[in-house]
């Protein structure tokens, strides 16, 4: 056990599960659960959004996200759909992962 158990992968990992949009929430709290009991370092105390962590290259600030993120659900509502994909990609390039709902306004996290 040279490396110990590699605390920073597992946690890497752990991260990188809770941005995996194929996973429920009741799969990553299971799989978090999986891992503290190895670890014993609290991730069962965690909630999806503590792991929710902005790139160290990005350069937009959480408040001009959200300012962005209104701005498409604006444009969503008026049907002006080449705007909003425009401001989805333009996020995407920041690291910002937009999520749709079908009649509810898009929310966002970082990737």
Do not use: K
Not at 44 to 53: C, E
């Amino acid at each position: 056990m040279s490396d110990d158990l590699n605390t920073p992968r597992a946690l890497a990992t752990v991260v990188a599960a809770s941005r995996d949009g194929r996973l429920s929430g009741p799969d990553l709290t299971a799989l978090a659960g999986q891992f503290d009991r190895v670890l014993a370092i609290g991730l069962a105390d965690l909630s999806p959004a503590d792991l929710d962590l902005r790139r160290r290259d990005a350069t937009i600030a959480d408040t001009e996200v959200a300012a962005r993120i209104a701005e498409r659900n604006e444009a969503r509502a008026a049907r002006d759909f080449a705007v909003a994909d425009r401001i989805r990609d333009e996020l995407a390039r920041e690291g910002v992962a937009v999520q749709d709902r079908p009649g509810a306004e898009s929310t966002w996290r970082w990737t």
